[in-house]
């Protein structure tokens, strides 16, 4: 099970703070599957992705 949030230059850690803030993968703890968060960081202009990191409950 994979939650993602992307974010437009506002980083990696933004976007995997707001998965953990707002507690996007509870919902999924009773599921047996692996559980991660996914944030990426897209660039504005339309480059593509900047950065990206993981985190797992």
């Known amino acids: 099970m ?27 703890q009773a599921d047996n599957r692996k559980v991660i968060g996914l944030g990426i960081e897209l660039d504005e202009e339309g480059k593509g992705l900047l950065d990206w990191g993981i985190t797992e409950e």
């Open 2 to 28: 994979i939650e993602l949030k992307l974010k437009n230059n506002g980083g990696k850690k933004a976007a995997i703070q707001q998965i953990l803030d707002n507690k996007y993968l509870e919902p999924f």
